[in-house]
């Protein structure tokens, strides 16, 4: 009668080392990241942005003379009047002063668009500055000096937070040279934020905290179609500085 | 393998650096004072002219505030006081007895609903406003970690019917005593100890020299009375030499000194006047006025007169330098093409030149702080030269003086001793 063996399918005859296993297991994580870098391209799908440019309108005006001493945009608010020279036992503290309402970069765009599309209400116009720096070419809603190419969706995402973007003044000068925060920002298909999260803390409590309330209050356009769906599940990098 | 494939989507991130955030004031509300009404409110107005003034705060209007006025200084409701946009709150309870008053003074922070600041103050009944300024600083201090300048004082000239006199006041305007009669007395300057005020004169018949005069005594000393007109002293941070222009063969120099007046030695022999001398921080460097190029310049040297540098380069009159405390910027004042001088700061490195007024008459003589939080300058914004506040960057300007013939030359004194 035969001596009968039963063996496993999988055992491997005699004494055999690790060797083909770890050259599986290599060749499983080499086809892994081949595949995650090629796969991309296979489908057509666009180079990632990893750093987008910033870029504004270029503001109507003249160039400056390099050796004239600079100008600014607007004029400082008009000073409060001066104190009492005694206190006052009945009065409130002195009101601060009136400031002129400026135009915020939103507003000056909105107000463009609208203009663009006949939806222009009548308005004052301001007296523009003879003075302003800027170009021949530039816009009246413009808000650089020189002109640079950049891209259109982040720009509008840098301006909308900017805005909100607002540095407690109990910080002081010299601790404002040193923070910095890393917020990651999931953007939905509306251009609501959908979650946010600190990726770097700044220290500073009062700086953390007015980003918060800045992301918060942010209102972004829609995404264009071909960033949509990276926006909503990568998200975008936030870098603050004061 | 999990953790490579988040590293790669991660790296595919688009990132977008934010910088150049407003800078707002901090919301604060002051509660009603609880306690001694006459004496609650005159501090609470001292004190909350004082954070106006600072730029730090922006204080909330009571009319919009939810929690009852007799709410104590303690169980406070804070989603009250947060209902109304505040994020600090000052509270406090006075109490006078025959010559002293005292307050019970309180910060809170009312999002974490956390009392931060809790002291005693006290002091003689004309010492209010001082009482009031002592805590701002200690609130200012709390969240800056430097020091607050609420108590510190500042001098200036105030034109009279007879002359100019030296005057020393707070640094609100407030408790402004004449330290000179008024003959022609100009540019005030402090001793690091805030003991002294140098100031140049005509008092002797002969022409401008330099005096100093004792802050409590009110007694004055010649201390420069060389040549034909000496004139700007400014102490180095260590009080032992002082720098001065002076004119002794016909030509302005700049020269230093010792604290006593003695053993003066010119630093500068160039063509054309060399004036308006001022200290570095550090008291290493000096920062001076040059026409040696053909038209006044700020230029810097070492405070031997060794390696001069000329530090703007825009602008045809560019006058009056005054070294940050932070050492950075040089404050000035230019002329610009419409033949108006406005405030300047100029990075010492590099020499990049940033504005501060502009469109509102004729602004001059910039003084910093000692914390390097504010500039004091003259202005006829109003008319009549009068002495304004500002941030360095050329926000919040308030009147500081309303003196009926005017004010100008402003110097602003050291931190009181602690």
């Given at each position: 009668m035969t001596e009968?063996?039963?063996?496993s399918?999988?055992t491997?005859?005699?004494?055999?080392?690790?060797?083909?296993?770890v050259?599986?297991?290599?060749?499983?994580?080499?086809s892994?990241?081949?595949a995650?870098?090629?796969?991309p391209?296979?489908?057509?799908?666009p180079?990632?942005?990893?750093?987008?440019?910033?870029?504004h309108?270029?503001?109507?005006?003249?160039?400056?003379?390099?050796h004239?001493?600079?100008?600014?945009?607007t004029?400082p608010?008009?000073a409060?009047a001066?104190?009492?020279?005694?206190p006052?036992l009945?009065?409130a503290?002195a009101?601060?002063?009136?400031v002129?309402?400026e135009?915020?970069?939103?507003?000056?765009?909105e107000?463009?668009?609208?203009?663009?599309?006949?939806?222009?209400?009548?308005e004052?116009?301001?007296?523009?500055d003879?003075e302003?720096?800027?170009?021949?070419?530039g816009?009246?809603?413009?808000?650089a000096?020189?002109?640079?190419?950049?891209?259109?969706?982040?720009t509008?995402v840098?301006?909308?937070i900017?805005?909100?973007y607002?540095v407690?003044?109990?910080?002081?000068?010299?601790?404002r040279?040193?923070?910095?925060?890393?917020?990651l920002?999931?953007?939905?298909?509306s251009?609501?934020?959908?979650?946010h999260e600190?990726?770097?803390?700044?220290?500073?409590?009062?700086?953390?905290?007015?980003l918060?309330?800045?992301?918060?209050?942010?209102?972004?356009?829609?995404?264009?179609?071909d960033l949509a769906?990276s926006l909503?599940?990568?998200?975008?990098?936030?870098?603050?500085r004061? | 393998?999990?953790?490579?494939l988040?590293l790669?989507?991660?790296?595919?991130?688009?990132?977008?650096?934010l910088?150049?955030?407003?800078?707002?004031?901090?919301?604060?509300?002051?509660?009603?004072?609880l306690?001694?009404?006459?004496?609650g409110?005159?501090?609470?107005?001292v004190?909350?002219q004082?954070?106006?003034?600072?730029?730090?705060?922006?204080?909330?209007?009571?009319?919009?505030?939810l929690?009852?006025?007799?709410?104590?200084?303690?169980?406070i409701?804070?989603?009250k006081?947060?209902a109304?946009?505040?994020?600090?709150l000052v509270?406090?309870?006075?109490?006078?007895?025959?010559?002293e008053?005292?307050?019970?003074?309180?910060l809170y922070?009312?999002?974490r609903?956390?009392?931060?600041l809790?002291?005693?103050?006290?002091?003689p009944?004309?010492a209010?406003r001082q009482?009031a300024h002592?805590?701002?600083?200690?609130v200012?201090?709390?969240?800056t970690?430097?020091?607050?300048v609420?108590q510190?004082?500042?001098?200036?000239?105030?034109?009279?019917?007879?002359?100019?006199?030296?005057?020393?006041?707070?640094?609100?305007g407030?408790?402004a005593?004449?330290?000179t009669g008024?003959?022609?007395?100009?540019?005030?300057?402090w001793?690091?100890?805030?003991?002294l005020?140098?100031?140049?004169?005509?008092?002797?018949?002969a022409?401008a020299h330099?005096?100093?005069?004792?802050?409590a005594?009110r007694?004055?000393?010649?201390?420069?009375?060389?040549?034909?007109?000496?004139t700007?002293?400014?102490?180095?941070?260590?009080?032992?030499?002082?720098l001065?222009?002076?004119?002794?063969?016909?030509?302005?120099?700049?020269?230093v000194s010792?604290?006593?007046?003695?053993?003066?030695?010119?630093?500068?022999?160039?063509?054309?006047i060399?004036?308006s001398?001022t200290?570095?921080?550090?008291?290493?460097?000096?920062?001076?006025?040059?026409?040696?190029?053909?038209?006044?310049?700020?230029?810097?040297m070492?405070?031997?007169?060794?390696?001069v540098?000329?530090?703007?380069?825009?602008g045809n009159?560019?006058?009056?330098?005054a070294?940050?405390?932070?050492?950075?910027?040089?404050a000035?004042?230019?002329r610009?093409?419409?033949?108006?001088?406005?405030?300047?700061t100029?990075?010492?490195?590099?020499?990049?030149?940033a504005?501060?007024?502009q469109n509102?008459?004729?602004?001059?003589?910039p003084?910093?702080?000692?914390n390097?939080r504010?500039l004091?300058f003259?202005?006829?914004?109003?008319?009549?030269?009068?002495?304004?506040?500002?941030q360095?960057?050329g926000?919040?300007?308030?009147?500081?003086?309303?003196?009926?013939l005017?004010?100008?030359?402003?110097?602003?004194?050291?931190?009181?001793?602690?």
């Amino acid at each position: 009668m035969t001596e009968s063996i039963h063996k496993s399918v999988l055992t491997l005859e005699g004494r055999t080392g690790i060797t083909p296993g770890v050259a599986l297991a290599v060749l499983l994580h080499a086809s892994v990241f081949g595949a995650a870098l090629y796969l991309p391209l296979l489908f057509d799908r666009p180079t990632p942005l990893r750093k987008p440019i910033i870029a504004h309108m270029v503001a109507l005006g003249k160039p400056r003379d390099p050796h004239l001493l600079p100008r600014k945009d607007t004029a400082p608010p008009a000073a409060a009047a001066a104190p009492v020279s005694r206190p006052s036992l009945k009065s409130a503290p002195a009101a601060p002063a009136v400031v002129k309402h400026e135009p915020t970069r939103r507003e000056l765009m909105e107000r463009a668009l609208a203009r663009a599309a006949g939806k222009a209400a009548p308005e004052a116009r301001e007296e523009p500055d003879p003075e302003r720096a800027g170009s021949p070419q530039g816009s009246p809603e413009g808000t650089a000096q020189t002109a640079e190419e950049g891209d259109a969706y982040f720009t509008a995402v840098h301006d909308a937070i900017l805005e909100n973007y607002v540095v407690p003044s109990v910080i002081s000068e010299r601790e404002r040279l040193y923070l910095s925060a890393t917020v990651l920002a999931y953007i939905g298909p509306s251009g609501q934020i959908l979650k946010h999260e600190f990726q770097k803390k700044s220290g500073n409590h009062f700086f953390d905290e007015a980003l918060d309330l800045a992301i918060q209050r942010s209102k972004l356009p829609p995404p264009p179609a071909d960033l949509a769906a990276s926006l909503r599940d990568s998200g975008v990098v936030l870098n603050f500085r004061p | 393998m999990i953790v490579i494939l988040a590293l790669l989507l991660a790296a595919d991130r688009p990132v977008i650096d934010l910088s150049g955030g407003r800078v707002q004031a901090y919301p604060l509300a002051m509660a009603r004072p609880l306690g001694a009404q006459d004496t609650g409110v005159a501090v609470q107005s001292v004190l909350g002219q004082d954070f106006e003034r600072s730029g730090l705060f922006k204080l909330l209007d009571p009319a919009s505030f939810l929690a009852p006025p007799g709410e104590g200084l303690t169980g406070i409701d804070y989603s009250k006081w947060q209902a109304v946009g505040a994020q600090a709150l000052v509270k406090m309870s006075c109490e006078t007895a025959a010559a002293e008053l005292k307050c019970d003074l309180r910060l809170y922070d009312v999002a974490r609903g956390q009392e931060l600041l809790h002291g005693t103050y006290s002091a003689p009944r004309p010492a209010l406003r001082q009482l009031a300024h002592r805590f701002g600083d200690d609130v200012v201090h709390y969240f800056t970690q430097e020091p607050g300048v609420f108590q510190t004082r500042i001098a200036y000239v105030r034109e009279t019917e007879q002359g100019k006199q030296i005057i020393a006041a707070d640094w609100d305007g407030a408790n402004a005593q004449p330290m000179t009669g008024a003959s022609i007395n100009l540019l005030p300057a402090w001793t690091p100890d805030g003991r002294l005020i140098a100031f140049t004169s005509f008092r002797d018949g002969a022409g401008a020299h330099i005096y100093t005069v004792d802050v409590a005594t009110r007694q004055v000393r010649p201390l420069v009375l060389m040549g034909d007109f000496a004139t700007g002293a400014v102490f180095a941070p260590d009080g032992l030499r002082f720098l001065f222009s002076a004119s002794v063969d016909g030509n302005a120099d700049v020269y230093v000194s010792e604290a006593d007046g003695s053993a003066g030695r010119r630093l500068t022999d160039a063509r054309g006047i060399d004036i308006s001398a001022t200290w570095s921080p550090d008291g290493k460097r000096v920062a001076f006025v040059s026409e040696r190029a053909g038209t006044p310049q700020i230029y810097t040297m070492i405070a031997d007169g060794s390696e001069v540098r000329r530090l703007t380069f825009q602008g045809n009159y560019n006058q009056e330098p005054a070294w940050s405390p932070k050492g950075d910027l040089i404050a000035f004042s230019g002329r610009d093409e419409h033949r108006v001088f406005d405030l300047y700061t100029v990075a010492v490195e590099g020499g990049k030149i940033a504005r501060l007024t502009q469109n509102q008459g004729t602004n001059e003589k910039p003084t910093w702080s000692p914390n390097g939080r504010y500039l004091l300058f003259s202005s006829t914004r109003g008319g009549r030269r009068q002495l304004y506040v500002m941030q360095p960057d050329g926000s919040n300007q308030r009147a500081v003086t309303s003196e009926k013939l005017g004010a100008s030359d402003p110097a602003w004194g050291p931190l009181p001793p602690k």
